[in-house]
Structure formats: structure tokens, C-alpha cells
């Protein structure tokens, strides 16, 4: 008997220290894509403002009108779409396109169809986990109230929101998503409460600032 609880003891000491492992290094791990995807990020932005500068000037020159450059940036197969920061939590993580597990996994992820950013009538939604084994994105977005604010950053600039709008939903209660009428809203989207998927925590932004 003294054998198989020993066995019983070394066996879970073993998966103890696996699981412990597995879990440093799974943070590990995000957190050297989050900064591969914002280096990435940054470096696409440099370049896009230096090309587009060019065009302007051309632009000028020729009456030609102006236009806007986009960037294209990708690190493991992700898709960055702009970096999300939200002060009051002392956030600022990269958004990248797509919310399956493959993204949420190491950034936070916008849903394919939500909405585009800045644009009127649009609903662009970002979704990210709460649960500690990745990168805690959202770990604390339920203490967001109704007129804090957070940042977007995109390739056509950076654009500010203000909490308007705070929700705990069924996973079906998918018309969070949808656009308001004359309205440019973000939408961010975890689960609720904490180690648990039962409830979406829904925490909304009207856009109060364009870039210039």
C-alpha cells in the first residue's frame, strides 16, 4: 500500500511540474509573438508613412488625388490588424484578423465580417481570452465603466473610443455584433466570469476621435 501511495505522490508531483512547464512556457511563447507582431506592426506603419508621403508629394505635383496606403503584416501565420490600448488596464496588445484559437492563442482577435474601424454604421469586434495560460489579455477588461476610454491603431491612424456600454450576454446572443445606425463603434468580447466560458463579457466604444 506504502508503494502505491508513493507511486500516487511521485506520479502527481511529475504532472505537477509539467503542467507548471507547459504553462510558462505557453506565456512564454505569447509573449514573444506579441512583441514579434507589434515590432512587425511598427515597422509596416514606418514604411507605409514613407510610401504614402511619396505618393502625396507626387500627388501634388500632378493634381492627382491623394491616397491612403494600407499595410500588410503577417508573423507565424497572424495577421496583424493594429495594436488595441486601454490605459486605465495598462494594455496595449496586438490585434490580428481572425478569432479561432490559433489567433486568440497569441493576440487578441477581430472577428472576419465585424465591422471595419472608423467607419460609420460599422461594429468592428475584438475578441481575447481572460485565462492566465494566455498572456491574460482581457483578464481585466471587466474593470472597464461607462466613459473610459482606449485606443485602435491602424494603418490609417489611430482612433479613440469611449465606453458606452457594458453587457454580460449569453455565447448566442450574437446581435452584440451588429452596427448601430450612425454610429462607429469597437466592441470587445471575452468570456464571463473568470475560468469560465458560461457568459460573454461585452464591453462597447463609440469612436470620439478620428485621426487627423
Known amino acids: ?49 514613407e510610401v504614402e508621403s511619396k505618393i502625396q508629394s507626387v500627388s501634388s505635383e500632378t493634381g492627382a488625388k491623394k491616397q491612403k496606403t494600407s499595410i500588410t503584416t503577417t508573423v507565424d501565420g497572424l495577421k496583424v490588424q493594429g495594436i488595441l490600448r486601454i490605459p486605465k488596464l495598462d494594455l496595449q496588445t496586438a490585434v490580428v484578423e481572425g478569432a479561432e484559437p490559433e489567433q486568440l492563442q497569441s493576440a487578441l482577435g477581430h472577428i472576419s465580417g ?19 495560460r494566455y ?9 472597464l465603466n461607462k466613459q473610459d476610454s482606449f485606443q485602435l491603431q491602424t494603418s490609417t491612424g489611430k482612433y479613440a473610443y469611449q465606453v458606452y456600454d457594458i453587457q454580460i450576454v449569453e455565447p448566442d446572443q450574437v446581435q452584440v455584433l451588429q452596427p448601430e445606425r450612425g454610429q462607429s463603434i469597437v466592441t470587445l468580447i471575452t468570456c464571463y466570469p473568470d475560468h469560465s466560458s458560461q457568459y460573454r463579457l461585452i464591453v462597447k466604444g463609440k469612436l470620439i476621435q478620428q485621426p487627423v
Open 135 to 143: 498572456g491574460q489579455f482581457f483578464n481585466r477588461l471587466h474593470e
Open 114 to 132: 465585424g465591422g471595419e474601424v472608423g467607419k460609420l454604421n460599422s461594429n468592428y469586434s475584438i475578441a481575447g481570452h481572460r485565462s492566465s
Open 1 to 49: 500500500m506504502s508503494k502505491f501511495v508513493a507511486r500516487c505522490g511521485t506520479l502527481l508531483l511529475v504532472l505537477g511540474i509539467v503542467t507548471i512547464g507547459y504553462t510558462l512556457y505557453s506565456n512564454w511563447h505569447t509573449n514573444q509573438v506579441q512583441a514579434s507582431l507589434k515590432q512587425t506592426f511598427a515597422t509596416g506603419l514606418d514604411q507605409s508613412t
